[in-house]
C-alpha cells in the first residue's frame, strides 16, 4: 500500500551530475533569458509587428494568443517528458528547429501560415523554462541550486525591464524582423550548452510505458484554453462573448477532468497529493500574489508613459533598462548571500515591502509626472523582484521532495504562466472599467452651460482661431473630452497601484502564516550577532 502510494505521487526525477556545471548554468541562463525575452518581444512589439505583417487588431491579438497559448499547452508536460527522455532530447534538436523557425516566420505573409508556424514557435518555446528547471534539479550539485535558481527567478523582471528597450534598438537600427532572428542565434547556443553541461541519459522505458498522456493533454489544454479566454476577454467583453465564454467553461471542464483522471489513474503524472502541504500551498499563492504585484513595474509604469505620457516603447523602456534591469546585477548577489544567512520568510517580507513601498509612491503621480519621476518606483520594484520570487522558490522547495521535482516544476509552470495571464487580465480589465467610471465622474462636473466650462472652451477655441476659424469650436470641445479622458486615465492608473499595495499588504499576511522549514541543505546559517545570540538562547548553531 505505501509503495502504491509514494508511486502516486508522481515519477521519481534521477539524474547524474553535470560534467561541467558552468555548461549546465549557461543552459539555465539563455534558457530562462530566451523564453521571456522572446514572448516580451513579441507583446510589446505587437504594434510594429501588425503593421510589418499587415494584420487588422484581431488579427494581431490572435497571433498572440496563438504564441503564448501554445506554450502554455506544453510547459506543465515538459518536466515529464525531460525526466523520461533526457534533457538533451528534449532541449537539443527542438532548439534548433525552434532556431530555423524563428528565421521563417518574417518572410512569412500568409496569416493561416502565421498563424500554424506561430503555434510550432510558441511549442518549442514552451520547453525551454521548465527544461532548464530541471536541469537545477537532476544535473547540478546542490550547492549549484542557490544561483541558478536566483538566475531562473530574475528572469522575468530582467525581461520585463529590457523588452521594451529591444523591441525600440531592433525596430530602429536593425529591423523588426530582428524581434524573432535574436533566436537564431541564442537557441543552438543553448543547445550547446545543454549538449556540454548534461550527462547522455537512456530512455526511462519504465516510465514510458505508465504515460499517463491522458492527464497532461487534458492539463496542458484546459490551461491553454482558459488563459486564451482571459487574453481575449478583456477585449471581446468577456461574458458577452460567446468565443470567451466556450473557452473558458470548456477549460473549466477539462480541469476537473484533469483532476479526476488523476484521482483514478495507477501512477499518475503530477496528482495534486504534491500540493498538500500547509506551506507548499502557501507559496504557491504567494507565487501568484507576487505576479499580480509585479504588475506595477511590468504594466502600470510603462502603459502610464504610453498612455499619458506618449512615449513610445523605447523611450520608456531606457528607464526600465536602465534602473530596473541593471541593478539586478548588484541585488542578485545580494539576495543569495541573504537567502544564505536568514530566513526565507524574512527576505520574502523585504520583497513585498518594496512592492508595497513602490505602489504606495505611484498614488501620488499626476499626468505631469514624466520618465524620471518614475525612478525611485522601478527601483524598488527591482529590489522586490530580487528579493521575492527565489525565496518564495527556495521555500517551495524546503518544504517538498527534491526527487518529485517532475510534478512539482509542473505546477510551478502553471502558477508561472497561467498568474501572469490572470494578472495581465485582472489588471487591463481594472484599468478599463475604472478609466469609465473616472470619465463618467469627472463629465458630470461639466455641465453645458457652466461658467468654467464655458471659458475652458472660450479659450481653446481662441487657441486654435490662427489655424481656421469654422474648426475652432469642434477643435475646442474634442481638446477637453481629451483632457477629461487624461485625468480620467490618471485616476484609473492611481487605483491600479492602489490595487497592487493591497495585493502587497495581503502577501505579508500569508507569509505570517508560513511556517518554518524543516533542515535540509536550503537551512541559513546564522552569523556574527545573530549566531551569538541563538547560542544564547541554547540554539545550536554551526
Not at 297 to 310: E, I
Not at 433 to 461: C, P, T, W
Not at 521 to 538: D, E, H, N, S, Y
Request: aromatic share 10%; glycine share 10%.
Amino acid at each position: 500500500m505505501a509503495e502504491n502510494d509514494d508511486a502516486r505521487r508522481g515519477p521519481v526525477s534521477r539524474g547524474g551530475i553535470a560534467p561541467q556545471p558552468l555548461f549546465a548554468v549557461a543552459a539555465v541562463l539563455l534558457g530562462s533569458f530566451l523564453t521571456n525575452v522572446d514572448s516580451r518581444l513579441t507583446t510589446v512589439g505587437l504594434p510594429d509587428l501588425r503593421g510589418a505583417f499587415s494584420l487588422s487588431f484581431d488579427e494581431g491579438a490572435w497571433l498572440s494568443t496563438a504564441g503564448i497559448g501554445s506554450q502554455i499547452l506544453i510547459a506543465p508536460a515538459v518536466p515529464w517528458l525531460a525526466t523520461v527522455f533526457g534533457l538533451r532530447r528534449v532541449l537539443g534538436i527542438p532548439s534548433l528547429i525552434y532556431a530555423v523557425i524563428s528565421l521563417i516566420v518574417p518572410l512569412v505573409h500568409d496569416y493561416t501560415t502565421l498563424i500554424a508556424l506561430s503555434v510550432v514557435h510558441g511549442l518549442l518555446l514552451g520547453t525551454f523554462v521548465p527544461a532548464t528547471l530541471m536541469i537545477i534539479f537532476r544535473n547540478l550539485p546542490m550547492r549549484w541550486w542557490l544561483p541558478a535558481i536566483a538566475l531562473y527567478s530574475i528572469r522575468v523582471g530582467f525581461a520585463f525591464d529590457t523588452s521594451s528597450s529591444l523591441v525600440g534598438f531592433y525596430v530602429d537600427h536593425l529591423g523588426w524582423q530582428w524581434v524573432y532572428w535574436q533566436s537564431v542565434v541564442i537557441a543552438p547556443l543553448m543547445g550547446l550548452m545543454v549538449y556540454l553541461g548534461t550527462p547522455s541519459e537512456a530512455v526511462n522505458r519504465a516510465l514510458l510505458r505508465e504515460a499517463d498522456w491522458g492527464g497532461m493533454l487534458l492539463l496542458g489544454t484546459s490551461v491553454s484554453m482558459i488563459y486564451a479566454g482571459l487574453d481575449q476577454g478583456n477585449r471581446l467583453d468577456w461574458l458577452g462573448n460567446g468565443t470567451v465564454m466556450a473557452l473558458l467553461i470548456g477549460g473549466a471542464v477539462l480541469f476537473a477532468g484533469f483532476l479526476i483522471n488523476e484521482s483514478l489513474v495507477r501512477q499518475p503524472w503530477a496528482h495534486v497529493d504534491v500540493l498538500f502541504s500547509r506551506n507548499i500551498g502557501l507559496g504557491l499563492v504567494l507565487i501568484l500574489l507576487y505576479t499580480l504585484t509585479s504588475l506595477s513595474n511590468s504594466s502600470l509604469v510603462p502603459n502610464f508613459l504610453g498612455t499619458v505620457g506618449l512615449l513610445r516603447p523605447e523611450q520608456s523602456g531606457l528607464l526600465l533598462l536602465t534602473w530596473g534591469a541593471l541593478p539586478m546585477f548588484v541585488l542578485v548577489p545580494l539576495s543569495i548571500w541573504l537567502l544564505r544567512h536568514f530566513d526565507t520568510r524574512t527576505v520574502t517580507v523585504l520583497g513585498f515591502a518594496c512592492f508595497a513601498a513602490a505602489n504606495l509612491w505611484g498614488t501620488q503621480l499626476t499626468h505631469v509626472w514624466a520618465r524620471e519621476d518614475f525612478i525611485g518606483i522601478v527601483v524598488l520594484q527591482a529590489i522586490g523582484q530580487s528579493l521575492t520570487l527565489l525565496p518564495l522558490i527556495i521555500t517551495l522547495l524546503s518544504n517538498s521532495d527534491p526527487s518529485r521535482a517532475t510534478s512539482f516544476a509542473a505546477y510551478i509552470q502553471i502558477m508561472r504562466l497561467g498568474g501572469a495571464e490572470i494578472g495581465v487580465a485582472l489588471m487591463g480589465t481594472w484599468l478599463r472599467v475604472r478609466e469609465q467610471v473616472h470619465s463618467f465622474y469627472i463629465g458630470q462636473n461639466l455641465a453645458v452651460g457652466d461658467v468654467d466650462v464655458v471659458l475652458m472652451l472660450k479659450r481653446l477655441a481662441d487657441h486654435f482661431v490662427p489655424h481656421g476659424a469654422g474648426s475652432a469650436q469642434a477643435r475646442a470641445v474634442g481638446t477637453l473630452a481629451g483632457l477629461v479622458q487624461r485625468e480620467a486615465n490618471v485616476l484609473a492608473y492611481i487605483d491600479g497601484f492602489w490595487l497592487c499595495f493591497w495585493l502587497a499588504i495581503s502577501a505579508l499576511g500569508f507569509i505570517a502564516l508560513i511556517t518554518r522549514a524543516p533542515p535540509g541543505p536550503f537551512t541559513p546559517a546564522p552569523f556574527g550577532f545573530a549566531k551569538m545570540l541563538l547560542r544564547k538562547c541554547g540554539v545550536r548553531v554551526a
